[in-house]
């Protein structure tokens, strides 16, 4: 089980830091990527990180947010800066199983997903 946290209110240029807490003993043992959706759209990859602690991102975001885990905490963080109004969404934390990374079809446990607003 995956909850996702840290969602809000920002005004353009900020940073926010979206948090990714799992339970059980063995997430260690896996990958967990960011996705998010805006309203209307698909869902997007964001970042994601494997389980020896290599990131990757997507276009829109090198540069501005960074991936890390804290395996002590079962969390995964999403240090988001620069933030723009396009990076409204709702994020989505979910567990890499296999497969590509950027692939919605690779991640088999979802979070509930958390909102981040960004006004101009």
């Known amino acids: 089980q995956l909850q996702a946290s840290g969602g809000g209110l920002v005004q353009a240029g900020d940073s926010l830091r979206l948090s990714c807490t799992a339970s059980?003993?063995?997430?260690?043992?896996?990958?967990t990527g960011w996705f998010r959706q805006a309203p209307g759209k698909e869902r997007e990859f964001v970042a994601t990180?494997?389980?020896?602690?290599?990131?990757y991102y997507g276009d829109s975001v090198k540069g501005r947010f960074a991936i890390s885990r804290d395996n002590a905490k079962n969390t995964v963080y999403l240090q988001m800066n620069s933030l723009m109004p396009e990076d409204t969404a709702v994020y989505y934390c979910?567990?890499?199983?296999?497969?590509?990374?950027?692939?919605?079809?690779?991640?088999?446990?979802w979070g509930q997903g958390t909102l981040v607003t960004v006004s101009s």
């Open positions: 979910a567990r890499w199983a296999s497969g590509i990374y950027y692939r919605i079809l690779s991640y088999d446990y």
């Open positions: 059980g003993r063995t997430y260690s043992n896996y990958g």
């Open positions: 990180i494997n389980r020896s602690g290599v990131s």
